[in-house]
């Protein structure tokens, strides 16, 4: 049985415009004698094995790049990284560690991506964090992923730019 949020409430509103999820009528008609209603909240899943945290089912945000709340859709690549940077806002940089090798010594290099990913207030990711991001269509000129899963810091006393495969 799919989980829904108990009782409507307002989104947030935090911008100049009124918050409201495209998907939701907020003014229907609520019918007396009728136990069971639809929920309110627009949310959906993923697929591909990806669990829709309690936050975007519970929750008061309204974020059309989300990919749980709002219209868009994970398809691609499923990546995983360290979180490096927060300093935007909905939007993070995961670092991806990788070793190339190179043939005429016949050994590995270190070498490392930066990737910038759309993030959904379902999510508090913090520095060091990794997270699981899924490919989904553009979303600006940088940002071509969005946070699907997040797991706490395991360690904290690497740096930014230490190398991490896990």
């Known amino acids: 049985m799919p989980r829904v949020a108990k009782e409507y409430k307002e989104c947030d509103q935090h911008e100049k415009a009124y918050q409201s999820q495209a998907a939701v009528f907020i003014a229907r008609k ?5 136990a ?16 829709t945290p309690d936050a975007a089912i519970e929750g008061n ?4 790049k989300c990919p749980f709340t709002g219209s868009v859709s994970i398809r691609g690549r499923i990546l995983k990284g360290v979180v490096i940077s927060t300093k935007m806002k909905r939007t993070i940089i995961v ?13 590995f290099e270190k070498r490392h ?21 899924g490919q989904c269509r553009p979303l600006s000129k940088t940002v071509s992923f969005n946070v699907v899963a997040h797991e706490p810091a395991a360690h904290q006393k690497a740096g930014k730019k230490s190398f991490r495969v896990f």
């Open 36 to 51: 069971r209603q639809k929920p309110i909240r627009f949310t959906r899943s993923v697929g591909l094995g990806i669990k």
């Open 61 to 64: 945000f309204v974020d059309k």
């Open 95 to 107: 670092r991806r560690d990788y070793l190339h090798y190179v043939r005429k010594y016949r050994r």
């Open 113 to 133: 991506k930066n990737i910038a990913a759309h993030c959904s207030p379902a999510f508090t990711v913090k520095d060091g964090d990794v997270v699981t991001i």
């Open 30 to 34: 609520r019918v007396i004698g009728n």
